[in-house]
Every structure is written in structure tokens, then in C-alpha cells.
């Protein structure tokens, strides 16, 4: 079945390091979509990208859509302690149609040291 | 405009009774999304509802189901509750079906 396979699935900093976090998916994607979950909090709505190839930042944070849309890369420059939580990253099936089910990568947690 | 609500925030049921969570969405969206979240197993896809209608299922077993109102308003319900069911219970509404998401806070269910 359709898989989003996100990488690490932990990461422990220094403030002040980089962190990248990957997903990959089995199939070819309409979208991915980038959500931030901060400890005892719920999932927020980053950004989407919909283009092959790509790119869009936010203040330190930028994102990435493969070429061929099937991978995705969110790195974080210069981390601080505010940028602690699980990040997760959901596609939709670009040959799903109609049904635009999202498929979830299992997240990837970021610990970072003060 | 408010976000979105879900009710009760906490729950703590027994073994084999039911439960009925709810989630009120940002006005104007129309998709409402569960999830089931779990220590270490990220974000379960339960169901999507779109205008009413179930357009999407996850992998869990029949004793999940929901039901979305005209108001776009969505419950769902567990019945026969088992332990493995504690989890926090994330709604999220959208404007179309399979949009970003917008989550609720959430309801922590504890299964004793």
C-alpha cells in the first residue's frame, strides 16, 4: 500500500546546529503537506508544496519538494529550544483520484540541548 | 474565526462500554478527519467526512465509526471499548477534503 516513510524518526541537537528532517513515498504525490506538533500539543499546518521541484522557506525553516515528487526535506538552520517537537509530513496520492486521502508520516521527533 | 473544538477533553471509561467523541470544525470547512495518536505510532488515520458523506477509512476495525451532521459538526463513537483504545482522539477540519488540516486539542481517552 501507498507508504510515507519519514527519517529520522529522532533527533537530538545542540542549539545552534542544523536539522533536516526526510520523507519518502512509495508513490508519486499530488502535494505534501509539513505539520508541526509541539509536546502535549496538537498537529499544526506548516505549509504545502505542489510543485516538482519546489522550494519555499519560512524565517529559518525551509522545505523541499523532489523533482519527481516523491520526497521532501524540511531543514531548520540555526535550531533553537522553540523549534522542540515532532514534525510530521502527509502526502495525497497523485494517481488516487478523487480521493484525496492524506497519507502521514510517522513524524520525527527534535530534541534540542540549550 | 474560532478554531477548532472537541469535546470532552478528558475521558476515562471501562473496559466494554462505548464512547462518543465530538469535534465542531472551523466555520466554513466542510472535511472533518480523526486521528488516533498513540505514543510512538504517530498519527492513525480513522475516517474523513465531506458534506456528510465518509469519504475516506483508515485500518481500524468496525467498532470505530462516525457520522458528520448538515452543520458539518462530526462525532465518532467506539463501542466495546478495549484498552488499546486509550490514545488521544485528534479531530481536524479542513475546507476540502484532504486540505491542511486544522486539529482540535484533542480528547485524551483512558480505557481502564
Known amino acids: 500500500g501507498q507508504q510515507v516513510m519519514q527519517i529520522p524518526q529522532y533527533q537530538h541537537v545542540q542549539e545552534g546546529e542544523d536539522f533536516t528532517t526526510y520523507c519518502n513515498s512509495s508513490t508519486t504525490l499530488s502535494n505534501i503537506q509539513w505539520y508541526k506538533q509541539r509536546p502535549g500539543g496538537h498537529p499544526v499546518f506548516l505549509i504545502q508544496?505542489?510543485?516538482s521541484g519546489e522550494v519555499k522557506k519560512q524565517k529559518r525553516l525551509t522545505f523541499q519538494f523532489g523533482e519527481a515528487k516523491k520526497n521532501s526535506s524540511l531543514h531548520i538552520t540555526a535550531t533553537q529550544t522553540t523549534d522542540v517537537g515532532t514534525y510530521f509530513c502527509?502526502?495525497?496520492?497523485?494517481?488516487?483520484?478523487?480521493?484525496?486521502?492524506?497519507?502521514w508520516g510517522l513524524g520525527t521527533s527534535l530534541a534540542v540541548n540549550p | 474565526k474560532a478554531g477548532v473544538t472537541q469535546t470532552p477533553r478528558y475521558l476515562i471509561k471501562t473496559r466494554g462500554q462505548q464512547v462518543t467523541l465530538s469535534c465542531s470544525p472551523i466555520?466554513?470547512?466542510?472535511?472533518v478527519s480523526w486521528y488516533q495518536q498513540t505514543p510512538g505510532q504517530g498519527l492513525q488515520f480513522l475516517f474523513e467526512?465531506?458534506?456528510?458523506?465518509?469519504?475516506n477509512k483508515g485500518n481500524f476495525p468496525g467498532r470505530f465509526s462516525g457520522r458528520q451532521f448538515s452543520n458539518s459538526r462530526s462525532e465518532m463513537n467506539v463501542s466495546t471499548l478495549e484498552l488499546g483504545d486509550s490514545a488521544l482522539y485528534l479531530c481536524?477540519?479542513?475546507?476540502?477534503?484532504?486540505?491542511?488540516?486544522?486539529f482540535g486539542p484533542g480528547t485524551r481517552l483512558t480505557v481502564t
Open positions: 481536524a477540519s479542513s475546507f476540502l477534503n484532504g486540505g491542511e488540516q486544522y
Open positions: 466555520s466554513g470547512h466542510r472535511s
Open positions: 502527509a502526502g495525497q496520492d497523485y494517481n488516487a483520484g478523487n480521493n484525496r486521502k492524506l497519507i
Open positions: 467526512y465531506f458534506s456528510e458523506t465518509q469519504r
Open positions: 508544496l505542489v510543485k
